[in-house]
């Protein structure tokens, strides 16, 4: 029985999250409390009470869906016993964390300095991403190639669902000839820039930096990373493959199929909302996938 661990990505917040968490235990509590101390605002009011819109701006969804689940994975205590994780974008740093390979705090700094710079790069260039629905991924990356703004396939969630990412005249000409290709649809999504594409670079150097300055150690558990869907223990690699993550695809119907392949029984998703449950399900239907509760 080898159980699989997945953390969600930017999109899965709702106002309220971690509440239940933050009054849970007085370590949980705490550990909220040393975020807002981090951080230099109260995301927990943010969290617990602030608007959809307030949640939305991407310096608190990040750092919000990050906190909702580590906090939640250290809250499973011993029910938390993986033999492989894996995190959708952001979800990689919160699966790093509760592996073990990154501290708690190092963990949500990098996560604030990513969603930063990310929102600087978005400011650079307005650019947006598209889901992409009922084409293979060769065709979705053959029509991208032949577009001559920049748009890349960005998230191959499951099969017959990628999101492509790019300038907003590159997603825009790529959407009209996906339709043409007989793509069932093509919905612009409702983000601020074209995250995991080339037009992340500035965010990508600046947070190198911050990568390269932090301590990881040998995770408890093998590590699959969106960058190529590979398992990963060895700390220089998981920094490399950090590094790359912001500019690279994320594969994460790979990852499932990776996970699954090297015996992944059950999984269990640690964080808000349900979407890598969903995803699970589509790439493969007998897959066993629950929700992480409180003890």
Not at 177 to 195: E, M, T, Y
Request: with cysteine; proline share 4%.
């Amino acid at each position: 029985m080898k159980k699989a661990y997945l953390f969600p990505g930017q999109g899965a917040q709702f106002v309220g999250m971690g509440r239940d968490l933050y009054e849970y235990k007085e370590n949980t509590r705490n550990l909220f409390e040393q975020a807002n101390e981090l951080l230099g605002f109260r995301i927990t009011d943010i969290m617990f009470e602030g608007t959809e819109e307030d949640l939305k701006k991407t310096n608190v969804t990040q750092p919000a869906i990050f906190l909702h689940s580590v906090i939640l994975a250290q809250a499973l205590g011993d029910q938390f016993d993986p033999q492989m994780v894996a995190g959708h974008s952001l979800g990689e740093f919160s699966a790093l964390v509760a592996a073990q390979a990154l501290s708690f705090e190092d963990g949500l700094i990098l996560v604030s300095k990513r969603a930063n710079a990310m929102q600087k790069a978005c400011e650079i260039q307005p650019s947006t991403m598209a889901a992409i629905l009922g084409l293979d991924d060769f065709t979705v990356e053959d029509i991208c190639q032949r577009v001559s703004d920049v748009v890349v396939p960005a998230n191959y969630n499951c099969p017959g669902q990628l999101v492509i990412s790019g300038t907003i005249a590159g997603v825009d000409k790529a959407c009209e000839l996906l339709l043409q290709a007989g793509a069932k649809r093509a919905l612009k999504l409702n983000v601020g820039g074209a995250f995991h594409s080339p037009l992340m670079e500035t965010a990508r150097a600046e947070l190198q930096e911050a990568i390269e300055k932090v301590s990881i150690k040998e995770p408890i558990c093998p590590v699959y990373q969106n960058i190529d869907a590979k398992a990963y223990s060895d700390p220089a690699k998981i920094k490399e493959n950090l590094i790359a993550q912001l500019t690279g695809a994320v594969k994460w119907t790979q990852t499932i199929e990776h996970m699954l392949a090297d015996g992944a029984t059950s999984f269990t998703e640690v964080g808000p909302g349900n979407v890598l449950q969903g995803l699970v399900k589509k790439v493969n239907r007998q897959a066993e996938t629950a929700a992480a509760q409180l003890p």
